[in-house]
């Protein structure tokens, strides 16, 4: 306020709100600051811009609303748009959601189509919820900006309720504010109970899902809401009052019930949503390693379905981070400097993870996220120079966090170089686990021991076919660039020359051996030990001697192998107890490793997709295993191995079959039985070649017709295995599809 002396009176000036009284004979003044300059004009004592009452000019008289230029004007029907909105979401959300259902089920391009639209959608949403949590910063903001960001204030529900209640009707209106939300829930669930009683039901999954996207996607808009009234900046006379309602004083009487509720507002909405989504993504992974998992995660879709598999927690990151978006303008209210420098510093946080994860399932949304990222970030530089900054206190704690910045850049610098220094003169092992064993007879359960470890963890293997590139540093490699070496005992193992230099280039080498026998392996006496070299040509010999290893050497190395504790794996067992004994390796690998959990399979009543092949061939087993965990990874869909009839007559959920045919697979009378039995049931089958696959002669056609088997091979590799293989088949291939072979038909 302004005053002029000698016996003029005093007068507020504009954006400031005076409240005189007198007291004794002496007139005392408490100066409020309002919460838009144009709604308090310069003038007498508690002077307010037309329309205008109550404590620093912030409310209409009931039936005006706010205009442009920080009057009020009578209600018309442009007024009135907030409280039409609400009606209109429920009463046409659903319906939207029926037709969007109708559509995706159509077409898959139509649903893709749909799917990458709402995902941009709902990053340009969580983007305006941002640009409204910056709009409640101290900036003096102006033309046109000023008047497209308070219309932002819809998401919060921060409008004013003159046109219909009282002035100073602060609880009514925070209360609707908060139940905005559970009645459009009641809405909702309105109208799919009448879904369901007219014979139309939707799914709840599809219920759960719609709720679930608006929840997520108004997080920053809930939390500002719930936060309001802890909002509190101070005045000029020293009280604090709110800054969206700058009429109520913080901590008064009628502060209090305001507080209660938002105390429950914040328990109800951003601390329930953001723990539920922290629960569902520590979950996430033990739901997707089982099957019955699967049909859980279809519930959860809103959540996980918008990001790659192996980003699923950026739901979680991208929650956290519109969460502390929301508590910027509230928790730093008394420090308005540092808003704009922290909320810069979390969209830059924001902007980094997202171009290191690239974690949306669409590049198109990605680069939507960038784009959308880099304009806050050019808005709030843009902004910075509007921001009233005339507090001491505030300036020098800028000037501290400055200096602390420009100290924190050459440290930055040094620490990555003396980190990067170390780690590489620090000696380890490149990898954790070296697999040694007979392609064979034991590739396909390589590459399954490795799908299971990283499945469950992390851990650096070595498997030939993926880190070779030089078969003459195979020894190298074992010597100096391995943990322990894992040696994958098959029948055949000892006589393999490559084999035999690798366990005993591990053994010379004081590396750690841990055998693994498999279905058939026996160690071979001492006689045959003494007479390996008979195994190998001279020119194997040689190879091994000129890499330093001597038929002594191997000999000296089966002996210490056969003298070692190690684990018995049998390919004939479940799904479980192949994943735990892999889970076992890998804990004596990495030498007293708390070893995960298994995750159930799931029952065979809620597959989807059988998987089938003989159970003579070990190999044929380990490849079966693998395309379960392909499948069930890719297409979130729950799959069985099937090992018996029983399991195929309780299959009441499967559509699909997918049959490994495999090297001597229709010689095996189990499995023509299996076939039949699918093809009893009308399951669509999709063959799939292992590479070892080949039509048997003649004769076996004739036993096979005998047997009343013919029909069914002839069926399954000659008819397509029903009518939809053909539309199965290439669904599948291009999910699995990365060196699969193709089916022989």
Not at 295 to 319: C, D, I, M, Q, T
Not at 641 to 656: E, G, M, N, Q, W
Request: contains cysteine; charged residues 15%; glycine residues 6%.
């Amino acid at each position: 306020m302004y005053c002029p002396g000698n016996v003029f009176p005093a007068y507020q000036l504009a954006g400031y709100w005076v409240e005189h009284s007198d007291i004794g004979g002496l007139s005392h003044y408490s100066v409020f600051s309002c919460r838009d300059a144009s709604r308090c004009l310069a003038g007498d004592p508690g002077q307010c811009n037309v329309g205008r009452t109550g404590r620093a000019c912030a409310d209409c008289f009931r039936g005006y609303a706010s205009d442009v230029d920080g009057s009020c004007k009578p209600c018309d029907a442009l007024s009135m748009w907030p409280f039409l909105l609400l009606p209109i979401v429920m009463l046409g959300l659903l319906p939207l959601l029926v037709a969007a259902s109708i559509l995706m089920s159509r077409a898959r391009r139509v649903a893709v189509s749909i799917f990458i639209v709402c995902v941009i959608f709902g990053q340009l949403v969580v983007c305006l919820q941002s640009l409204e949590a910056i709009y409640q910063f101290e900036i003096t903001w102006i033309d046109p900006a000023r008047a497209v960001l308070s219309s932002l204030a819809i998401f919060s529900l921060d409008i004013e309720f003159s046109c219909i209640l009282d002035p100073q009707s602060h609880v009514v209106e925070y209360g609707s504010q908060l139940l905005a939300y559970p009645a459009v829930l009641l809405g909702t669930v309105g109208f799919w109970l009448l879904a369901r009683w007219v014979k139309r039901p939707i799914s709840f999954n599809s219920f759960l899902n719609l709720h679930g996207v608006l929840l997520v996607a108004l997080l920053t808009a809930m939390s500002l809401t719930a936060m309001r009234p802890f909002q509190c900046r101070p005045n000029p006379n020293g009280l604090h009052t709110m800054s969206t309602r700058t009429d109520v004083i913080c901590w008064s009487p009628e502060h209090g019930p305001l507080v209660v509720l938002a105390s429950l507002g914040i328990l109800a909405y951003p601390v329930a949503i953001l723990s539920t989504i922290a629960f569902l993504t520590w979950k996430y992974p033990t739901w997707l390693r089982s099957g019955g998992g699967l049909e859980v995660l279809e519930k959860y879709k809103f959540l996980f379905g918008r990001f790659r598999p192996e980003r699923y927690y950026y739901a979680l990151l991208l929650s956290a981070h519109n969460m502390v978006v929301a508590l910027i303008p509230a928790a730093l209210v008394a420090a308005p400097a540092l808003q704009v420098g922290i909320m810069g510093a979390v969209i830059c946080t924001k902007l980094t993870a997202q171009s290191l994860l690239w974690p949306w399932r669409s590049d198109v949304a990605n680069y939507n996220d960038l784009v959308l990222s880099t304009a806050l970030l050019i808005l709030l530089l843009l902004a910075s120079p509007l921001l009233r900054l005339n507090q001491t206190d505030t300036s020098f704690l800028v000037a501290v966090l400055l200096a602390c910045v420009l100290c924190v850049l050459p440290l930055a610098a040094l620490s990555s170089a003396c980190m990067a220094v170390s780690v590489r003169l620090r000696s380890q092992s490149k990898y954790d686990a070296f697999l040694c064993h007979h392609k064979a007879g034991a590739g396909a359960l390589c590459r399954f021991f490795k799908l299971i470890v990283h499945k469950y963890g992390r851990m650096n293997i070595f498997l030939d076919s993926d880190e070779l590139d030089d078969l003459a540093r195979i020894f190298e490699i074992v010597s100096s660039d391995t943990r322990c070496l894992v040696a994958v005992l098959t029948p055949e193992l000892l006589q393999r020359m490559w084999c035999a230099g690798e366990m005993t280039s591990a053994r010379k080498y004081g590396i750690p051996i841990i055998p693994l026998y498999c279905d058939g392996f026996a160690f071979p006496d001492e006689d045959c030990i003494n007479k390996i070299e008979s195994v190998w040509t001279e020119e194997q010999q040689y190879t091994l001697t000129s890499h330093g290893i001597a038929m002594e050497d191997i000999k000296a190395t089966y002996r210490h192998i056969s003298t070692l504790e190690g684990y018995a794996l049998s390919r004939h067992s479940s799904l479980e107890e192949q994943e735990r004994l892999v889970l076992d390796v890998a804990a004596a690998v990495l030498r007293g490793a708390r070893r995960a959990d298994v995750a159930p399979q799931g029952s065979v009543s809620s597959a989807r997709i059988l998987l089938c092949s003989t159970e003579r061939e070990p190999e044929a087993i380990s490849t079966v295993l693998i395309l379960q965990q392909m499948v069930q990874q890719q297409l979130r869909i729950a799959t069985f191995r099937v090992r018996s009839l029983k399991d195929i007559a309780a299959a009441s959920s499967a559509s699909f079959a997918l049959v490994l045919l495999s090297k001597g697979v229709l010689e095996d009378p189990d499995f023509a039985l299996q076939i039949g039995q699918m093809r009893a049931q009308a399951l669509s089958f999709v063959p799939v070649n292992d590479g070892t696959f080949q039509f048997p002669p003649s004769d076996f056609y004739m036993q096979a017709g005998e047997s009343c088997g013919l029909d069914v091979y002839v069926w399954l590799l000659f008819s397509g295995g029903g009518g939809r293989r053909g539309r199965a088949w290439p669904k599948c291939r291009a999910q699995l599809g990365k060196g699969l072979p193709g089916q022989p038909v």
